[in-house]
């Protein structure tokens, strides 16, 4: 419509908007319908009905408003569509639907879906049946044409895959079917690109059917694949291709690492004219070497990704010479030849020291995948057991013969036992000629390699015979001597040249093949899986594949696995579609697109007779009624609020909502309020305290709220303070009362809580700051101060123990016994037999300690951690109280000097227990450990 | 839409004097009650007239002064003392109330704010006036329903009547009243559609006769604070005319202004003739008016009497 592509579900509606003027009358004439209010002084009301213009009309605004409405409504219901969908069947019959669902549908894939379920639609409607043919697949095409529907649910199931479309299976399904079924009409969902001669055969088929033929081609424009990455010395180089050459296409290309990160990215241009165009990443090799995917961003083929393995990452080789590099005759150095071969493909780290121990612990320390020795014939133990160490963990050594391995042909790390000496073929003391290497055999990583005949070995080292030394031989001479040897040692290989590395030997390190088999040896690390390890083809299963867009994803279940057959390289199919291959150790890359491939767009010239071309429809179909009406409904709403406006109603819904934003407003401060100040003013108050606190270890008592009792913890904890820094290295701070429902108790190792008969019992917030507090390492000491009232001696029970129950219910109370006569509190200071404070003969109570090994001749009992509850009810405060003049403020009872200076005696061990924990109970131990350790 | 701010109590055609009148029948048996308990709760502070004269009630003993009728001698307190003392009487004059309730439709006015319609407001003002009154032996009549009358249940006999009888749609003949009577008009006195006076004409008829008049004005707070706003369209009750604002919260001061306005010619008016204002609203407490009411009536009975 109007040359936009827009179209009306319904046109005609839309001659409802001629209403519009009507409406725009209608609402003009109809002013917001006022309030009505009984009013008795109207009298007075009517001096001032000349000052006010009342409104008999609708303000022009709201009624634009609700013409617009009318207008939105009536548009919504006419259904306007964007990019409506053209007919494409034009015949009448059965269809045959031909769709290319290779990777080259990638990006287009929904347009094609889309065409294709039009023309189901359009089949539906008339009443014409359908045949399917998915060319990635063309066997599975039906022979009997389908309704419609069917077809349709098949689409629905259709995905493209990463691979080309079977054109030449195609072409004979499709003579089939033409021969089975008179079809009125054929219409091809084409990706536009050619896959050479078989799309070319396709093509003629269809046009030899002389049935009209509907093709719908892509824009190619933007298609572009990704040839195969080299990783060369220096950088990494790929190649972007494209179809049609005919505009500038910028693209970026990135690189990701195994978990999907990019790593680089390179922006390139192909200009116009151009096909193709070459980029390269530049970032070091370690870096490369992490590169596992490359793709062309928003590409969404499977053509424009190149997945990476072992296979292209450039390897880090280490080498050690036996003889000192010299730099003043390099070609003699047995390392010059090596080095050339090995440097277009990997990194080399030469070993800048003689000394085999250094150099192997440098090359290692760098972390090399290959160690290549040339001419080395023994090592020291360390060094062999490292290099072994570094083989089994999956290094790779390539080993070269030279006189020193010769002379000592049972050294270790050799793939193969070796004869002592050389042999020498050739000479001038010998019948033989130098001999020539033998073709390259089965089950040989060089197996694939063209047999080099320009060689000629004139001397080796020799393998002792045995039975496995043709297993292991990847490459021998024409006599069948080994020249290369190889074994398996843990995850790594030993690979063993029996020539040296320069050309005094053979011209082996002169030749290109020298280059390939060095290249092929040094894929073998680190990639142990994939190398050919037998004559059997080697299978390995699907780990990831490329998707039809060219995202790696999970193999579906169909995926069989890849079978690898030595020096066949597999081609995608839909069963082994694109995407790697192998476990997570070890894997191959299976890619699309093959060496220096081109893609030539569809040529469907030879059609021209019967052909009709069609386009894919760029963009979905969007229906713009939801929308409108959903713009209708705001504008409604923006009506609704403007009249409520007029019927001044806004004016009281805002003084409501005010209202109630106070309201909730003052709630919620209210609520906060009562507990945030309070948590405010504590933390401000608290937070001196705190720090002090943290500072210096003191000891602290539970305040209970008689300050009778509070005054004599405080001096008791006084005197323990002033014993305990005169007599041990412990020096505390002074004593705290501490709030224990408010106060931090995080800083104190040790709490005394004296039992106050008339204090509250702590609530249960406050128990449960208690038990955190002793689960976290505190101790707490209750003192029931009550051993005098329970005149019968123990096993009474009196009020404080009462007390002490309640307060205890809600905590988490391990069982408790009297401390044992091997307890650590009888000997974590002084040595002690009981527990006297002012009264005595009341027991302590500790947490029962593991009785399993009660061993008779153990001086204390073993036990981790410090009971985190002690229980007393001898009034140790009051023992302990002294005033200002260090006096003591009660007498003990029984009154005795020395049941006080045992009273503080129990403190000291009460506090090294809780601080030291069970460090003296390991104590005893130490004369064991001394002996153990022989000292 | 939020519910009318105001509206007219009984739902019924107002324009129905019978079905009103019954309507109102109805309502005062309730009023009678509640007319009363407000007239308990300032006949705690009712006295006499203090003043000597003709009554049943003691006032003072005085010596005998020559000339005076023995009869008037206390013999039984001249007998404890050598001096003749005479027992004065309280006065004790009956006066004639005249009551007057509006009776119009606007009186039927009830808004959010008020608890009772303005009607219902005046009936209780009116009849716990009676009551008061009876309680003190004035002849009480009620204009245009019955004369005066002395009785000790007088409010009842009042309230009696005015359940029988019919809604008045003027102000009644007021050739029954008397010199030297008292007049009590309540109303919202905005039934003057004439836009030159606050004042019906026929009050100004009663104020030709030598009457005190107390005026009380009962007002809707809605009518003086005029919380409207927004697009309204106001109706009278009476005459059912319309006038509507297309912002009425834009015309609230000059309203006010004009609402205060007309109270004050209203007190001009009294001021005048001698008479008394008392302004009250539907939302304060009806013994706040009576109470200042009877002030006003209690005041010298001469004072701007013509």
């Given at each position: 419509m109007f040359g936009l592509p827009l179209a009306f579900a319904s046109p005609w509606i839309l001659l409802a908007l001629l209403t519009l003027p009507l409406i725009w009358l209608l609402l003009r004439l109809t002013p917001p319908k006022p309030q009505d209010e009984v009013f008795p002084p109207l009298a007075i009301l009517r001096k001032l009905a000349a000052k006010e213009e009342t409104p008999a009309q609708s303000p022009w605004w709201l009624t634009l408003l609700r013409l617009l409405m009318a207008g939105l409504v009536i548009l919504a219901m006419a259904g306007p569509i964007w990019n409506p969908r053209d007919a494409v069947l034009q015949k009448e019959g059965p269809v045959l639907l031909i769709i290319d669902d290779g990777w080259a549908s990638g990006k287009i894939w929904d347009q094609v879906k889309q065409m294709a379920s039009t023309i189901t639609g359009e089949a539906e409607k008339s009443n014409r049946v359908v045949s399917l043919m998915l060319t990635t697949d063309p066997a599975t095409a039906s022979e009997k044409p389908l309704s419609s529907s069917e077809v349709n649910s098949k689409l629905e199931a259709a995905f493209n895959h990463a691979i080309r479309p079977d054109h030449q299976g195609s072409a004979a399904k499709l003579n089939e079917l033409l021969a089975a079924i008179q079809f009125g009409e054929i219409v091809f969902l084409s990706d536009g690109v050619s896959t050479g001669d078989a799309s070319e055969g396709f093509v003629t088929a269809l046009g030899n059917s002389s049935i009209p033929v509907t093709i719908a081609e892509p824009e190619l424009g933007e298609l572009a694949i990704l040839n195969p990455i080299e990783n060369q010395p220096g950088k990494m180089i790929g190649t972007v291709s494209r179809a049609i050459d005919t505009s500038t296409l910028p693209l970026r290309v990135i690189a990701y690492d195994k978990d999907g990160l990019p790593i680089a990215r390179v922006s390139s241009i192909l200009s116009e004219g151009q096909k193709s165009v070459e980029f390269s990443f530049d970032q070091p090799v370690e870096l490369r070497n992490q590169i596992t995917r490359v793709e062309i961003e928003?590409?969404?083929?499977?053509?424009?990704v190149q997945l990476l393995d072992e296979g292209n990452r450039r390897r880090i080789v280490g080498l050690i010479s036996g003889q000192s590099s010299d730099i003043s005759q390099p070609l003699l150095s047995p390392l010059y030849y090596i080095n050339r071969a090995l440097s277009p493909f990997s990194d080399l780290r030469i070993a800048?020291?003689?000394n085999i121990e250094e150099a192997a612990n440098d090359l290692i320390a760098q972390n090399v995948s290959v160690i290549v020795m040339a001419d080395i014939g023994t090592m020291p133990n360390e060094t062999e057991s490292k290099i072994t160490k570094f083989v089994e963990e999956g290094g790779l050594v390539i080993r070269f013969a030279g006189p020193r391995l010769a002379a000592n042909?049972?050294?270790?790390?050799?793939?193969v036992d070796l004869i002592e000496g050389d042999r020498f073929i050739g000479g001038a003391l010998s019948w033989e000629e130098p001999k020539a290497i033998a073709a390259f055999e089965p089950g040989s990583p060089f197996f694939g390699l063209p047999t080099p005949n320009d060689i000629s070995v004139s001397r080796q080292v020799l393998a002792e015979q045995n039975t496995e030394l043709s297993s292991k031989t990847w490459a021998r001479l024409e006599d069948g001597t080994p020249l290369v040897t190889a074994d398996q040692l843990g995850a790594g290989w030993i690979v063993l040249f029996?020539?040296?590395?320069?050309?005094?030997?053979?011209?082996l390190p002169l030749s290109g093949s020298f280059v390939d088999m060095l290249r092929l040896t040094v894929n073998l690390s680190r990639s142990t899986n994939t190398a050919t390890s037998g004559d059997t083809a080697l299978r390995l299963p699907a780990m990831e594949i490329l998707d039809g867009t060219g995202a790696l994803t999970p193999p579906p279940a169909q995926v069989k696995p890849l079978v690898i057959e030595a020096g066949l390289w597999p081609v995608p199919t839909l069963?082994?579609?694109p995407g790697l291959y192998g476990t997570a150790d070890g894997f191959v890359a299976l890619n699309l697109i093959r060496e220096k491939e081109e893609i030539n767009p569809l040529d469907t010239q030879e059609l021209s007779s019967t052909l009709t071309k069609a386009q894919y429809q760029g963009g979905a179909s969007f229906a713009f009624t939801p929308w409108l009406l959903g713009a209708a409904t705001l504008l409604f709403l923006l009506d609704c609020i403007a009249v409520l406006w007029f019927a001044g109603m806004l004016g009281k819904f805002r003084f409501a909502g005010a209202t109630a934003a106070l309201v909730l407003a003052a709630g919620l401060i209210a609520s906060q309020s009562t507990f945030a100040p309070t948590a405010f003013a504590q933390s401000k108050t608290n937070e001196s305290v705190d720090f002090s606190a943290a500072l210096t270890t003191r000891f602290a008592y539970v305040k209970t709220g008689s300050s009778q009792t509070d005054n004599v913890s405080a001096a008791g904890l006084l005197g323990l303070t002033r014993f305990i820094g005169s007599r041990t290295a412990l020096e505390p701070g002074d004593p705290i009362g501490v709030d224990i429902a408010n106060d931090e108790l995080a800083f104190y190792p040790f709490l005394y809580w004296p039992i106050d008969l008339d204090a509250p019992v702590p609530d249960e917030e406050t128990m449960a700051r208690v038990d955190a507090y002793m689960k976290q390492g505190g101790s707490i000491l209750f003192d029931t101060k009550d051993q005098i009232n329970s005149a019968l001696g123990s096993g009474s029970s009196t009020n404080g123990n009462a007390k002490l129950r309640e307060i205890l219910a809600s905590l988490d109370i391990p069982p408790l016994e009297p401390v044992p006569s091997d307890h650590v509190l009888t000997k974590s200071f002084f040595l002690l037999d009981s527990f006297p404070g002012?009264?005595?003969?009341?027991d302590l109570w500790v947490e029962q300690t593991g009785r399993i090994e009660e061993l008779v001749d153990r001086p204390a009992r073993s036990g981790d951690g410090v009971s985190t509850i002690m229980i007393t009810s001898n009034d140790f405060a009051g023992a302990w109280a002294i005033d200002n003049q260090n006096r003591s403020l009660f007498a003990t009872i029984p009154a005795s000097t020395g049941q006080r200076e045992y009273a503080f005696r129990v403190g000291v061990n009460i506090v090294m227990y809780t601080i030291t924990g069970n460090y003296k109970a390991d104590q005893v131990h130490i004369p064991a450990l001394l002996e153990r350790l022989g000292q | 839409m939020s519910p009318a701010i105001g509206s007219q109590v009984n739902a019924d055609k107002a324009s129905d004097v019978l079905v009103r009148s019954r309507a109102r029948a109805a309502l005062i048996p309730d009023l009678l009650v509640e007319a009363q308990r407000v007239a308990n709760n300032v006949f705690a502070g009712w006295h006499g007239r203090r003043r000597r004269g003709i009554g049943e009630n003691f006032w003072q003993f005085r010596p005998y002064v020559e000339g005076e009728n023995y009869a008037a001698i206390d013999w039984r307190k001249s007998a404890r003392d050598d001096i003749v003392y005479v027992r004065d009487r309280e006065w004790q004059a009956s006066h004639t109330v005249w009551l007057w309730v509006d009776e119009s439709p606007s009186m039927l006015f009830k808004s959010g704010e008020a608890a009772v319609s303005k009607q219902s407001r005046a009936l209780v003002l009116a009849l716990a006036m009676a009551e008061l009154l009876a309680r003190s032996g004035e002849r009480i009549g009620w204009l245009g329903v019955t004369p005066p009358i002395v009785h000790r249940h007088a409010a009842e006999r009042l309230a009696a009547a005015l359940m029988v009888s019919k809604t008045q749609s003027t102000f009644p003949d007021t050739s029954l009243i008397s010199d030297h009577s008292e007049v009590i008009l309540i109303s919202d006195f905005l039934g003057a559609d004439d836009q030159e006076h606050a004042l019906d004409p026929a009050f100004q008829a009663v104020a030709e006769k030598h009457v005190r008049g107390h005026l009380v004005q009962i007002i809707d707070p809605a009518e003086e604070v005029f919380p409207y706003s927004g697009r309204v369209e106001f109706r009278d009750p009476e005459t059912k005319s319309q006038i509507s604002f297309g912002s009425a919260q834009s015309i609230r001061a000059d309203y006010q202004a004009l609402f205060a306005a007309h109270c004050t010619e209203l007190s001009e008016f009294a001021k005048r003739t001698g008479w008394s204002h008392t302004l009250h609203h539907t939302d304060q407490l009806a013994s706040k008016a009576l109470q200042s009411l009877h002030v006003d009536l209690s005041a010298s009975p001469m004072r701007g009497v013509r």
């Open positions: 928003n590409a969404s083929t499977a053509g424009a800048d020291t003689s042909p049972n050294g270790p790390l050799l793939p029996h020539v040296n590395s320069d050309n005094n030997w053979s011209n069963e082994t579609p002012r009264y005595q003969g009341g | -």
